[in-house]
């Protein structure tokens, strides 16, 4: 489908020889996940027609392609790849896999892989929405539309952000938009609840 | 009357009020009470899964352990939810050391998770528990003639391997037969609406949501059904965009299957939040719920 990224990874380094191969890290993501290893994979291709937003060519790399780079050792290619930033959890992957490969947990998997060495590619929305919601969620328990807004409004263009204040004036002209942010009752046991499973304090 | 545990989620409270409003109503009339969940917190959507597995498990085990006090099952309006909820049980099932490591955290909140109570979508709560009979049953004014596309979405299907019903699901057109409505087959019913790339990659979203909003129109549905707040808006709230960014010209409804089938059984429309759309409901129902009531079905 996109012959041009088919053929530009080829020409980059060959896999590591580090301690723990980079296949053996995709594994470990895995370790929790029912479906079958990705060497199980046959390359059919059958997720990557089967998914809505590579077969419209918004992806740079398709899923086919990703668990080949990544069985191939190539590190740098996949980390940097829109691939799994741009799946929009729709699991049809996951179901149809013939193989019984969860594609779409193997996604999940790569976004926090990229989160914690902050390797992702430069200028993608993703990491600093999921980041931003995160935040916004251990500090009141609910989420608060208009400050995800902050993320990505001003990664556009005039016209689309022209476009995006239309739509956020109507919704709220007809009460869609929350004025305030919510935030739970139990918010103390709550924060301390967090800090048991992440340490870091606020 | 049975009670669930109500688990209304984020979007409800604002965005999605109309979704709220309808399925509270609706339920009422059909004999099941939703008792909002107290205190319930966000269930961490797609973006909490994208950075840290274990803390999403744990906002999740929050909300189900709350349930599991009260004794009733969750019920979930959301589909993404839904989804986090569903899973979160089924991993907790399986995995005896993340169970007992999340109880730990819940002790801060003097919770505890056992997976006493099931996790349900609304919509399986009206198919499965009040059943297409009883909903019959309760019909004052049947929307007669109104061509409705059911649009099924990923997450309350998917990826629940287990359901045979995952590829061929027909429970939707049912309860849009159910009421009197006239279900819409069309190609795209179970395509994703983009989700969450509306805002991280808003060039796909608005392509998923245009090619699922023309197979809608091309099959001559008058209104789509949904059973998801993420779905409506991206199928709704983003249709100006949608033609501005490809020249096309839509304008097709959008709205909760909670408002059809309370229209259905006689509720005001503005009960069922109608009237807070940005692409107007009323011209394309009004035909359907003007008509004479039904006295005895011949």
């Known amino acids: 489908m996109n012959t041009t990224a088919e053929t530009s990874a080829t020409a980059t380094t060959a896999p590591p020889e580090d301690r723990i191969s980079f296949v053996e890290e995709i594994k470990n993501l895995l370790y929790a996940s029912e479906g079958n290893p990705i060497s199980t994979c046959i390359q059919c291709g059958t997720c990557s027609a089967t998914c809505p937003v590579a077969s419209g060519g918004f992806m740079d790399n398709s899923p086919r ?29 996951t179901v149809r896999c013939p193989r019984g490969i969860d594609i779409a947990e193997l996604m999940y998997g790569l976004k926090r ?20 919601f995160v935040k916004m969620i251990m500090r009141t328990g609910r989420s608060y539309e208009p400050v995800l807004a902050t993320t990505y409004l001003f990664t556009y263009g005039l016209p689309e952000m022209l476009l995006e204040a239309q739509t956020a004036t109507t919704l709220m002209l007809k009460g869609r938009l929350p004025l305030l942010p919510a935030r739970i009752k139990r918010l103390e046991n709550f924060k301390r609840m967090i800090r048991h499973i992440v340490p870091l304090g606020d | 009357m049975k009670k669930y545990a109500y688990f209304p989620g984020c979007s409800l409270e604002k965005m999605a009020h109309s979704y709220h409003m309808s399925a509270l109503e609706t339920t009422r009339a059909l004999g099941i009470e939703l008792e909002e969940l107290e205190d319930w917190n966000c269930c961490g959507a797609t973006a909490y899964f994208h950075v840290d597995e274990l803390l999403a498990f744990t906002l999740c085990a929050r909300n189900l352990a709350m349930a599991e006090k009260e004794k009733r099952d969750i019920v979930a309006p959301c589909s993404g939810c839904y989804k986090n909820l569903f899973f979160t049980r089924e991993h907790l099932k399986h995995d005896a050391d993340l169970a007992e490591h999340i109880n730990e955290a819940l002790a801060e909140d003097n919770l505890h998770y056992a997976g006493t109570s099931a996790v349900r979508h609304l919509i399986e709560v009206f198919v499965q528990d009040v059943g297409f009979d009883a909903i019959k049953a309760k019909v004052t004014k049947p929307l007669k003639g109104l061509r409705v596309a059911p649009y099924y979405g990923c997450q309350i299907l998917r990826p629940r391997k287990a359901k045979e019903d995952v590829e061929q699901p027909r429970f939707f057109e049912d309860l849009i037969s159910a009421i009197g409505a006239e279900p819409v087959d069309y190609r795209l019913r179970l395509s994703c609406c983009g989700g969450a790339l509306i805002i991280t990659n808003r060039r796909a979203a608005l392509s998923m949501v245009r090619n699922l909003l023309e ?6 549905a008058a209104i789509i059904a949904t059973a998801c707040p993420l779905c409506q808006v991206n199928l709704e709230c983003y249709q100006k965009q949608v033609n501005h ?54």
């Open chain 1, 65 to 93: 392609r990703i668990i080949a780079l990544i069985r191939s050792g190539f590190k740098e290619q996949v980390l940097k790849s829109n691939t799994f930033w741009y799946c929009a959890s729709c699991y049809q992957c």
């Open chain 1, 113 to 132: 892989f990229t989160v914690w060495r902050t390797e992702h590619q430069e200028g993608l929305i993703g990491p600093t929405f999921s980041e931003t």
């Open chain 2, 215 to 220: 197979c809608a129109v091309r099959s001559k």
């Open chain 2, 245 to 298: 960014e490809f020249g096309t010209d839509l304008n097709v409804p959008v709205v909760y299957f909670t408002q059809l089938v309370g229209l259905a059984l006689g509720i005001p429309p503005k009960r069922l939040g109608i009237g807070s759309e940005l692409v107007a409901v009323m011209p394309a129902i009004r035909e359907a719920i003007e008509a004479e009531p039904v006295v005895a079905s011949t």
